[in-house]
């Protein structure tokens, strides 16, 4: 899938451009290049729609003089001067941040699991393969099941970074992804749910994300009638159903830029208790075969795993080189610097700052779902949410509708409810009385990183509005 | 990695793609078996300047290129994208062979891929700007971005105003098999502004935008002074507001509001590449009422200025206007050639790619509902003794399958015995797209775009959303 001289190629197109910056006098500069291959699968309607192939990639051109910065980026390492001026008279119009340099080169040892060399070996007729295996076994779980839409991909990044600093890095990270929306249409009721799994390591042929599918297209079947009135009331939100809404606000909240910029709601509260005293949350840029986990963060600082709230006192915070220097030089914090957490959207943004892969923890450890359960008593089971994009992350509030929810009494599950609406403020319900799943699943983000959650009961703070 | 073009900087004359070897590539295909055969490039140059606090955060100038070649083989799509134009010509044969292998797995019950027929040309089209946004410096866009920063800042309870500005050229040049060879290009321009306010241990955030196809003419025609005290009153306002009632009540919807509605609830719904793949609520409802007899919903990629506005579709298609809904009939479907032969209908231009490197999928452009008969405001909400009227958008979402959506606002007011009392946040709606368009009972007579938006669908493409202010008798709102 990537060719063997990938990563030398970009590797070379990045000592071009930095000769260059070189030649233009330039005092630091930092050069970063991508190149991606991959084959996708698109599914619709029960069969494969579409095969498709290719690859993608560029350069990005980070320049500092006197602590101002420009960027530019462009396809073709061979075309860099105009960029590299462009880059250069952006930095000239800036204002200068004092004390704001590159990072200087540090050690860094590599992080094991992010390149599968089986996934390099695949082509487009193993996901055919795979594409076929996934189609018989929703049909074999229900024959009224069909996977609407959808799809499979693996994918390869060669990547680099070099800077006039001596940071000099490259390697290649995989990845395998699938994703399927299974339908019910039977007997005038259609339902649906979308589910996923992802990583870079090579996946089952069948992902437990199909089973998980067809059952959650099932059970929403055959809506019961419940209470209309709106009502605060316990909700086990399914590590699927929380994620989106988590990543949204919390991770986005713990931004060290944010924190003393008064645009997070935990603002000021560094060192004081801001969750159920239970959890704490851990962003780690180094964990094994981590979806966004890498030896070197976007701008070449050693990554590191960093506990932020810990047993739910808030003691940490998330800063990039050039973040940290801003809010110090405008005088907001005393002193702060890289926490290793640049993050990067590829070649077309400077860095910023975010988390990697993010997870939640409870010292109490985790339950069954059935334990949860029975802790809940009454309440609802939440498992997707739409809307979660519309959360508002300065100040914990969201509102979002759910398809897939079912109503609990008396510890057990009664029956699906049409549509409802969940409501309230995220950062409030988990500083009270929460308890985590024993079964942390991977998840996307809204927000930067990747979400490592169990299922979450959350006992106060939320309000279930049932169509 | 990259061809260059051969003018860079005019409409009209300059070509990334080398058309004598992309035609041999395309006659190549054909010899391998291939019915149709396509290449698309879009060359884009950006822009994308932020300021924050007063202070230029970063301005990045960008130059992005990719090309995808698109092969139906034995009646199945065979793809390649890549951002090097000049290695395409040696991929014909694996993408041919990739077509193939997803046709050899077709079921005999499943139908084979096929184009409805399409008129055939070679032109080009260039929608030109008044003010080519390309030859905007850095200098002017930081003085309009001063302009909405600094009107928006003026309050101690404003904590944090950061500004964005974003504009693009768009070059697009598509060969067929058929012997389409169309190029064209048009400009985009969009300025925002994020407004934080805190008041104590209370902080919210308000965003406002501006923007549409054209180039710098699009910024200098908005009042950014205007639109940036505005965003500073609201969230002022929402400091002071509180949490909206939960329950089923009377919804009047603004301008923003009721395109970001009309577009989740109706226009998703109404993709047909969702409705063939059996995950639309609107299968099989062609011809039949599914609204109130008030309703009418265009699509309208023509509309000039409007975020989703575009002269041809990514198959070469001149863009037209659609008519998704006329008087509560839903009489058509977003569709582009392949949902338009499966369908047996005629291809109305709804093919959308999000840049050189994606396949086009049926997409929305600029859609609106019609307006209605309602005077304004004060006639529609006269007789709601308890509801909420909810302005501007946070986005919303879909179940296309299921037919349920949610939208949010970014404010709201209780409306208590026809008038508006007090200020609400947090307000969200939701509710079924069969139900809620029988519910739409009061529209006013201006309908227009409201704010910008974006799309996604695997994809992101600009769109343009709005409508008159829409009153619905009963909505679900938290």
């Known amino acids: 899938m990537l060719p063997d001289d990938a990563v030398d190629r970009i590797s070379e197109g990045c000592k071009l451009i930095g000769d260059l910056c070189k030649k233009e006098g330039i005092a630091q500069w930092e050069v970063v290049a991508f190149q ?114 959808g799809g499979l991909g ?66 929403t079947r055959g809506p019961i009638e419940v209470n209309s009135e709106p009502q605060d009331t316990p909700v086990l939100m399914t590590s699927k159903g929380f994620s989106p809404l988590f990543s949204m606000v919390v991770p986005t909240a713990l931004r060290g830029d944010r924190l003393v910029r008064n645009e997070s709601f935990w603002s000021g509260k560094q060192g004081e208790v801001v969750l159920a005293t239970d959890l704490s949350l851990i962003d780690d840029g180094r964990m094994e075969g981590g979806k966004s986990a890498s030896s070197r963060d976007g701008e070449g600082v050693a990554s590191r795993r960093q506990t932020l709230v810990e047993e739910g006192r808030l003691i940490g915070s998330m800063w990039s080189t050039r973040d940290a220097a801003q809010q110090v030089a405008e005088g907001r914090i005393d002193h ?34 059935d334990a949860l ?95 | 990695m990259s061809a260059s073009p051969n003018d860079d900087r005019s409409f009209g004359t300059g070509r990334y793609l080398q058309q004598t070897k992309i035609q041999a590539a395309l006659d190549h295909a054909q010899d391998l078996g291939a019915s149709y055969a396509e290449v698309r490039l879009m060359a884009i140059t950006d822009s994308t300047v932020a300021v924050r606090d007063g202070k230029l955060e970063r301005a990045i100038p960008g130059q992005d290129i990719g090309v995808t070649m698109r ?19 040696g991929q014909v044969e694996s993408t041919v062979k990739l077509a193939k292998a997803v046709a050899a797995r077709r079921a005999s019950k499943d139908r084979p891929v096929a184009l409805a027929e399409v008129p055939i040309f070679d032109d080009e089209v260039h929608w030109r700007p008044k003010k080519d946004v390309r030859n905007t410096d850095l200098d002017t866009k930081l003085h309009h971005l001063m302009t909405l920063h600094d009107s928006a800042a003026e309050d101690d309870r404003i904590v944090s105003v950061t500004c964005g500005w974003h504009d693009e050229h768009l070059h697009t040049e598509l060969m067929t098999s058929e012997g389409m060879n169309r190029t064209w290009s048009f400009q985009r321009s969009l300025i925002n502004a994020t407004v934080t306010g805190r008041d104590g241990g209370d902080v919210v955030s308000y965003r406002t935008r501006h923007g549409g196809e054209g180039g710098l003419e699009v910024i200098e025609s908005c009042d950014l002074g205007e639109l940036g005290r505005s965003a500073q009153i609201a969230t002022l306002r929402l400091l002071k507001s509180e949490r909206a009632p939960s329950g089923k009540l009377p919804l009047v919807a603004d301008r923003d509001l009721t395109g970001v509605y009309i577009h989740e609830a109706l226009g998703h719904p109404c993709e047909a590449d969702l409705v063939a793949a059996g995950d639309s609520c609107l299968d099989g409802k062609l011809g039949q009422a599914i609204g109130n007899s008030i309703v009418t919903v265009v699509d309208d990629p023509t509309m000039r200025g409007g975020y989703g506005a575009h002269p041809i579709d990514d198959e070469g298609l001149d863009t037209r206007e659609k008519c998704l809904i006329k008087n509560g009939v839903l009489t058509e479907y977003l569709n582009h050639r392949e949902t338009a032969h499966h369908f047996g209908i005629t291809p109305n231009a709804g093919a959308r790619a999000q840049d050189g490197l994606h396949h086009p999928l049926v997409r929305m452009s600029n859609t609106l509902i019609q307006g209605g008969t309602h005077n304004d405001l004060d006639e529609l909400i006269e007789d709601i003794s308890y509801g909420v009227y ?80 829409m009153r619905i008798s009963e909505a679900l709102v938290g």
């Open chain 2, 71 to 89: 092969i139906l083989a034995d009646g199945a799509w065979g793809v390649h994208s890549t951002t090097d134009i000049l290695s395409l010509p």
């Open chain 1, 373 to 467: 359960l029975e802790q809940m008593q009454d309440g609802y089971i939440v498992h997707s949410v739409m809307g979660a994009h519309t959360a508002n992350p300065t100040s914990g509030d969201f509102s979002v509708t759910t398809s897939t929810i079912l109503r609990v009494s008396e510890g057990e599950i009664l029956g699906p409810v049409k549509q409802a609406g969940l409501s309230g403020n995220l950062a409030k319900a988990l500083s009270s009385d929460v308890r985590l799943g024993d079964d942390v699943q991977v998840q996307g983000s809204y927000s930067s990183g990747s979400m490592h959650l169990p299922d979450v009961l959350m006992m106060q703070g939320l309000r279930i509005n049932p169509a």
């Open chain 1, 36 to 149: 991606s291959y991959g084959h996708q699968l698109d599914i619709e309607a029960g069969k494969v729609s579409l095969a498709a192939g290719g690859g993608e990639g560029g350069y990005g051109i980070r320049v500092v003089e006197d602590g101002r910065f420009g960027y530019a980026y462009l396809v073709d390492a061979t075309s860099a001067t105009p960029a590299i001026q462009q880059a250069l008279d952006v930095a000239r119009a800036s204002p200068a941040i004092k004390g704001f340099v590159l990072p200087s080169a540090d050690e860094a040892d590599p992080v094991n699991g992010l390149c599968d060399r089986r996934i390099l070996d695949l082509g487009p007729e193993d996901l055919l393969e795979q594409a076929d295996a996934v189609l018989s076994e929703v049909a074999s779980l229900d024959q009224r099941a069909v996977v609407t839409g």
């Open chain 2, 390 to 469: 909810a302005c501007g958008s946070r986005g919303g979402q879909v179940d296309t399958g299921r037919g349920s959506f949610q939208f949010a606002a970014q404010e709201a007011w209780l409306i208590e015995n026809g008038e508006l009392t007090k200020p609400l946040k947090d307000v969200s709606v939701s509710g079924l797209t069969l139900q809620i368009l029988k519910d739409v009972d009061g529209l006013t007579q201006d309908a227009r775009l409201a704010a910008p938006g974006f799309c996604g669908k695997g994809q992101t493409v600009p769109v343009g959303d709005g409508g008159p202010i």
């Open chain 1, 336 to 369: 702060a610097e890289t926490t290793g957490c640049a993050v990067r959207g590829g070649h077309q943004s400077p860095p910023g700052t975010g988390c990697s892969d993010f997870t939640m923890v409870s010292k109490n450890g985790g339950h069954s779902q």
């Open chain 1, 154 to 219: 693996v994918g390869a990044t060669a990547s680099a970074i070099l800077s006039s600093e001596g940071i000099e890095s490259s390697g290649i990270t995989t990845s395998h992804g699938l994703g399927v929306q299974v339908s019910i249409d039977a007997d005038d009721e259609l339902t649906s749910s979308y589910e996923g799994d992802s990583g870079r390591q090579l996946l089952a042929q069948v992902p437990p994300c199909i089973a998980s599918a067809v059952h959650w297209a099932q059970v």
